[in-house]
């Protein structure tokens, strides 16, 4: 009865899975560089990654029909909870094969359900970022580029969630922009 529908939410999550695709993956081997969820699985205990929000992205679907998606582009925001050591994190990653791990709206409205998520669970927080901050592309599609901003509701969770709970980021590589400097001082050596 539900075989069709089905079958497209599978195709739809394989497409997630793949991230920016096998061209840019080999590229971001060829750089001695994991892909996000290759971090995820190494840092995490085994089979522990329960993902949020894996179908959100960029959808075009076709000209003629609709309702027939022709492409997705995930968001390159890969968010979820895990174990690692045995106690539960919520931990979010970059994936810079999708786009450089630019940011949008999409990349910032789950930026603020993944902070949101980990502080009404009172979730030690991982971060793994790498990217190269705004998306030139939606800031030519929209005609305007947006303050560095997820929304004041997030801003205050952001603050608030500092003090209740501790937080971890670290840096792969290009790290860029608004998003990437709130949670953390930049070490270099």
Same mark, same amino acid.
């Given at each position: 009865?539900?075989?069709?529908?089905?079958?497209?939410?599978?195709?739809?999550?394989?497409?997630?899975?793949?991230?920016?695709?096998?061209?840019?993956?080999?590229?971001?081997?060829?750089?001695?560089?994991?892909?996000?969820?290759?971090?995820?699985?190494?840092?995490?205990?085994?089979?522990?990654? &329960?993902?949020?929000?894996?179908?959100?992205?960029? /959808?075009?679907?076709?000209?003629?029909?609709?309702?027939? &998606?022709?492409?997705?582009?995930?968001? /390159?925001?890969?968010?979820?909870?895990?174990?690692?050591?045995?106690?539960?994190?919520?931990?979010?990653?970059?994936?810079?094969?999708?786009?450089?791990? +630019?940011?949008?709206?999409?990349?910032? *409205?789950?930026?603020?359900?993944?902070?949101?998520?980990?502080?009404?669970?009172?979730?030690?927080?991982?971060?793994?970022?790498?990217?190269?901050?705004?998306?030139?592309?939606?800031?030519?599609?929209?005609?305007?580029?947006? &303050? /560095? +901003?997820?929304?004041?509701?997030?801003?205050?969770?952001?603050?608030?969630? &500092?003090?209740?709970? /501790?937080?971890? +980021?670290?840096?792969?590589? *290009?790290?860029?922009?608004?998003?990437?400097?709130?949670?953390?001082?930049?070490? *270099?050596?």
């Amino acid at each position: 009865m539900w075989r069709k529908e089905l079958d497209e939410l599978d195709r739809r999550k394989q497409t997630a899975h793949g991230l920016g695709g096998e061209k840019n993956i080999a590229k971001q081997h060829a750089r001695g560089k994991m892909t996000v969820r290759e971090r995820i699985d190494s840092l995490c205990d085994p089979g522990t990654f &329960l993902e949020r929000g894996l179908l959100a992205g960029a /959808p075009t679907y076709d000209d003629h029909d609709p309702h027939v &998606l022709k492409t997705l582009v995930p968001c /390159p925001f890969v968010m979820g909870i895990a174990k690692i050591d045995g106690r539960r994190v919520a931990v979010h990653g970059d994936d810079f094969t999708i786009k450089g791990a +630019s940011v949008g709206r999409l990349y910032k *409205s789950k930026g603020a359900y993944f902070v949101k998520m980990a502080r009404s669970l009172k979730l030690p927080m991982v971060r793994l970022v790498e990217g190269a901050g705004g998306s030139i592309r939606e800031i030519l599609d929209i005609g305007y580029t947006e &303050l /560095p +901003s997820s929304g004041d509701e997030c801003a205050q969770d952001r603050v608030e969630v &500092l003090s209740e709970v /501790p937080v971890v +980021s670290a840096g792969f590589g *290009s790290v860029a922009g608004w998003g990437r400097f709130t949670w953390c001082r930049v070490i *270099s050596r």
